[in-house]
DNA sequence: GACGTAGGTCCTATGGAGGCC
DNA sequence: TGGCCTCCATAGGACCTACGT
């Protein structure tokens, strides 16, 4: 009778349920999972049914939890808490796909600090979720800290790691090589740059699989059609204004682009600038693509195209991963959906089999 | 001796560390938790705590949580799956208050359907979340299914409703009062253009609460300072294209802004755009403020001078709310912080006084 | 003052008691 | 008397705590 503070009207609990229906909470237990193996009266279990729904009874899941090892939970960790937003899509595309399997996210954050990982994982284990994504907001490769993990298997998103199989990562050889091929079937095959970075370069922090992987499918992609590019701009890191200082560059050296290469959006934003001001303009003038969809992509004049990261679908797919009874092994690709938009012209008779990203503009308050 | 599929190495319990340190596990119980009433000899704690740290105990919250009725677990719920990604902060703020305080998030989205925002009250109630975080992308009135909540605390996000006392939100008047007198502050009196809303305009769906105080405190703050606007464009909903093609109907009545007020970041892009095709220089010739701090105003050129929405302090704070045992009542109004950047000129005297918002690009990749 | 026992949290899994043919 | 089907009691799962020694 300590029911001073704890207002709650207590919920109601499978003990409340037999009772009123006169029978044992195995029974209870028994009507409300499975069914199989009738093992309970007809009648009695039109009884229960009755006496749960007058009640209003709801399993208590962490009950269950204890009793089964199996919480329906999983765990979402994070590597860092970056400023920007653009990784959120991989926590929705997760949350929607483990919410279709009766599951729900527990999130943690590791905030860059070492050791925050080992304490993010477990946070998560000491609550038994059954199974822990770890993913990433920049693709990399990631250590994960087996000790705190107590077996929990785990599956990497947007991220890498040695000492786990399952990883899932966006297919950025193929969608490179797609959106190049886009371009040249288009037919701007002449005076091709590329912004962001060169062969040239060498190789440095911001050289990841994953931008390795880009550029592969981009020049493999060029090479195969016998495009050879004119210029190719490093630039670190891939800003606005680095994109705005590369191409003006260029353009002061009498370069004058006919097909622009950019290896993200924020590039390309920083090249329609200096563009712009040199009186060029793009998607008529010269053809340009890019890669990730950041929001500004849809806000350009024209709407760039570009190849988007699919974060939500690669969310759902690590979801699914950790699902599988029969865990798939090595990394899955995601394809890399092509926004087509008009800072490319494209010929009529080609443009007919393309689906243009029809993107009314999204409303804000 | 079913260990058979289950190769996890099955989790140090407490009865393991009791039996190990030669003691019951109540006084293991006892030392892991409170110290407070020393009830366990010192000599029995330095082995409990020896073997402990040997065997890597942790304790199993989830057991701890059906014990003691509080999972240490709290829920946020957001209310519909936007495309964008502006509120991505929100979460992340609550994240890292709810770890501060050993909490962690189970997050669950209402899809838009009706019904799925019961469905995901249960889902978190039915896991014994301590309280529940209801929150929007957008400001506004949400109804909180009752019955759904089992008496465990809410707090609106973002949001307000009437079925539940605490709320976090913007304080839009304040945010407002500040940026425009800053803006008068500066000198730009005259030629005041406010885009976005009308006051002639009828009430309709996108007239929230937020929208009005931010409005009120535009208009009060003008009317103090005895300033008329010379025109207010109306435009609906407030995107590029939107601010875009108003600017530019603007000027082509002959208009010509000296200091332009936008109701969001999108409408100042599009007002950037239409400015500059008109051969006015955002910042220079025209001073241009804002709201929102969305992504686009860093990149913006000049960036743009805006008003914060404090989406991480408001997840924070909500977090605290839900936390505190004495709870406040009422809407808690979080500050908007300006970002004072260049799209206004301020006189020199006067920019003494002022932050200056610092932001090196964020680097991509 | 130091510690253990037993009972409570709510649900599930298993073996076994009882009834029927 | 044995076989089979109903149903239920009991024993966990890992922890906390009131009480008793």
Known sequence: MKDRERAAPKRVTMADVAERAGVSPT??????????????????????????????YRPNLTARALSTQKSHVLGFISDLVTTDRLASGLIRGASQEAKKHGHVLLIAETDGQ????????????????DGIIYAATRPQS???PVRATGGTPVVMLNAVSDDVAGAVIADEYAGAAAIVQLLL????????????????????????????RRLNGIWDTLHSAGVVPVAQIPCQPWSVNNGHRGVRDLLDNGIRPGALICLNDRLAFGAYRALTEAGIRPGGDVAVISFDDDDIAVYLDPPLTTAAIPFE???AQAVQLLLQRDRVHGQQLVDMPIRVRNSVT???????????????????R
């Open 185 to 212: 079937d288009a037919g701007h095959t002449s005076n091709v740059v590329i912004l962001g970075r060169s062969l040239d370069q060498p190789d440095d922090e911001w050289l990841t699989f994953a931008v390795r």
């Open 114 to 129: 070492s050791g925050a990982a080992e304490e993010a994982f477990s946070a998560l284990t000491d609550r038994q979720v």
């Open 27 to 56: 029974a209870v237990s028994l009507i409300m999972n499975r069914r199989e193996g009738t093992r309970v009266s007809e009648d009695a279990a039109r009884r229960i049914r009755a006496a749960a729904d007058e009640l209003g």
């Open 346 to 364: 494209i010929p009529a008779q080609l443009d007919l089999r393309l689906t243009h990203a029809n993107d009314d503009e999204r409303s804000a």
């Open 313 to 315: 679908a690669m969310g």
């Open 142 to 144: 990631l250590s994960i």
